[in-house]
């Protein structure tokens, strides 16, 4: 079982930059990919950015590419999205989630394990 616990969201005007952590506890973090996803009110859940277990590899959807950094810590178990640039369509409730594996390609909810309970962002215009 691994537990899951997003802090940083808030309100932010347009262009303006938000920091989102995770912190995880229970299995060892390092045998499992990370990932972002977030549900804007009314639309399913999405994909938004991963990152393998040493943080070589990361993968990002289109939409946020050059605008989100996605990183983690191993020794402090915590994962984090560093979000520039924000939009107002970035508006959305971002989620924390646990692959067990290491490769950054799997998008779908249904490839994760564990979630945390979700954060909150929103970006006025």
């Known amino acids: 079982q691994v537990q899951l616990v997003e802090s940083g969201g808030g309100l932010v005007q347009a262009g303006g930059s938000l920091r989102l952590s995770c912190a995880a506890s229970g299995r060892t973090f390092s045998n499992y990919a990370m990932g972002w996803f977030r549900q804007a009110p009314g639309k399913e859940r999405e994909f938004v950015a991963a990152?393998?277990?040493?943080?070589?590899?990361?993968y990002y959807t289109n939409s946020v590419k050059g605008r989100f950094t996605i990183s983690r810590d191993n020794a402090k178990n915590t994962v984090s999205l560093q979000m520039n640039s924000l939009k107002p369509t970035d508006t959305a409730v971002y989620y924390c989630a646990a692959r067990l594996g290491d490769s950054v390609y799997y998008t779908g909810t249904g490839d994760y394990n564990y979630w945390g309970q979700g954060t909150q962002v929103t970006v006025s215009s």
């Open positions: 990152i393998s277990w040493s943080g070589g590899n990361t």
